[in-house]
């Protein structure tokens, strides 16, 4: 079996960082595409970023300039750093991976919040 964990949420003031990482675990025999969404209270999920095993990357326009997601393919481990944060962005964020046999998994989420 495989899973991915979040971690790294929390509280934050407006104008903050926060950094957070997905790590796949079990047998990973290899990881396409990672990606973060989010779901604030009330609202649909969306996607906030991408990137290939490649290195290419996506971004929604929300976050372009103040977010950057990365990836170490020999961790299979996901990141998604966060700046200049601001109460918009408060949401649960979810970490998907596109895993080679496995196919698409999700995490668990994990809570961001911006507020002072």
């Known amino acids: 079996q495989v899973q991915l964990v979040e971690s790294g949420g929390g509280l934050v003031q407006p104008g903050g960082s926060l950094r957070l990482s997905c790590a796949a675990s079990?047998?990973?025999?290899?990881?396409?595409?990672m990606a973060w969404y989010r779901q604030a209270s009330g609202k649909q999920r969306e996607l906030v970023a991408a990137?290939?095993?490649?290195?290419?990357?996506n971004y929604a326009d929300s976050v372009k300039g103040r977010f950057t997601i990365s990836r170490d393919n020999a961790k299979n481990t996901g990141y998604l750093q966060m700046n200049s944060l601001k109460p918009e962005d408060t949401a649960v964020y979810y970490c998907?991976?596109?895993?080679?046999?496995?196919?698409?998994?999700w995490g668990q989420g994990t809570q961001v919040t911006v507020s002072s």
């Open positions: 998907n991976a596109d895993l080679i046999y496995w196919g698409s998994r």
């Open positions: 079990g047998n990973i025999f290899g990881i396409n595409v």
């Open positions: 990137i290939t095993s490649g290195g290419q990357t």
